[in-house]
């Protein structure tokens, strides 16, 4: 399916079988910035630097989105034993730009890959070489493609073959950890509260939540205002209102929260040399609650 190139009479590609005109252009539960206060609009503007995004943008980032998905769904049936991050890079690369769209990573400030693939201790930005994934390895996949001028942003971690309980315990932790940031994202909340609800989780069961990554503006550029940081406090940060979209990631790791980057300027291991996983999703703050953007099953 190529998702460039789509006109208003044409059906829309998330297979509703409907005119994109009539779907996703024109989504009943994209949110209309319009009924947003202007003033508003312009305070998040000046102070925040924040974009209220609209139905429009909304539309483009969704079918980037989808695009996105559909490349980690690729990639899921891809992985196995025995494959290098290399061979994932090439597919993810061959797939975006058969569908008409750009990687957004390749060559982002001197990234020399299409995708990032962190292994194991790679809390992120890891960089795909020829590194053989064999069982056991937990590795995390991060896809960011450009579609039509639009960007959408979502990862998931996978198990490798046969992976130890712990493997498996780290995985479930850092995917529920999105699950619990996502429950607190709707209007009058606060960016706080999406961390708070992370941190509360993942710390309690004797996890450690990355402090030096967090969430991000997105959908225009790669990387916009807000920060969602994946801890704080409850009420605290900037109020969430429709029409802000941005990525919740939170990076959990097995041991301590520390990290360090190698030499390379990118790839950030775990200081103790624990697991780290993650899952992303881009979402967009609607009038009652949030929709993703990158919608998969948590």
């Not at 990118?266 to 993650?278: E, V």
Request: with cysteine; proline share 5%; net charge neutral.
């Amino acid at each position: 399916m190529n998702y460039s190139g789509i006109g208003r009479n044409d059906v829309c590609p998330c297979g509703s079988g409907l005119k994109y005109k009539k779907c996703c252009m024109l989504n009943s539960e994209a949110v209309n910035t319009n009924k947003v206060d202007a003033k508003l609009i312009e305070l998040y503007q000046r102070k925040y630097r924040i974009k209220l995004k609209t139905k429009t943008d909304i539309a483009g980032i969704r079918m980037c989105g989808k695009l996105v998905v559909d490349t980690l769904n690729k990639v899921r049936d891809f992985i196995r034993p025995g494959i290098t991050t290399n061979d994932i890079n090439t597919l993810v690369h061959n797939y975006t730009i058969e569908n008409g769209a750009i990687p957004a990573p390749l060559n982002y400030r001197g990234f020399p890959k299409s995708v990032c693939t962190s292994l194991n201790e790679v809390i992120c930005h890891g960089i795909p070489s020829d590194r053989i994934l064999i069982s056991g390895d937990i590795i995390n996949i991060d896809v960011t493609s450009i579609l039509n001028g639009y960007y959408a942003d979502a990862n998931m971690t996978f198990l490798v073959g046969e992976c130890s309980e712990n493997a498996k315990k780290i995985v479930s932790v850092a995917r529920q950890s999105l699950k619990e940031g996502l429950g607190m994202v709707k209007p009058f909340n606060t960016v706080g509260d999406i961390g708070w609800a992370i941190q509360n989780y993942a710390e309690p069961l004797g996890f450690s939540v990355v402090r030096d990554f967090i969430g991000h503006g997105v959908g225009i550029n790669f990387h916009e205002p807000p920060d969602i940081p994946h801890f704080g406090k409850k009420g605290t940060g900037i109020t969430l209102i429709p029409g802000m979209v941005f990525t919740v990631e939170p990076m959990v790791n097995a041991g301590q929260r520390y990290l360090k980057v190698l030499a390379d300027g990118w790839t950030a291991i775990t200081l103790d040399g624990s697991l780290s996983a993650q899952f992303e999703q881009t979402v967009v703050v609607t009038e009652d609650g949030y929709e993703s953007l990158t919608p998969y099953e948590l």
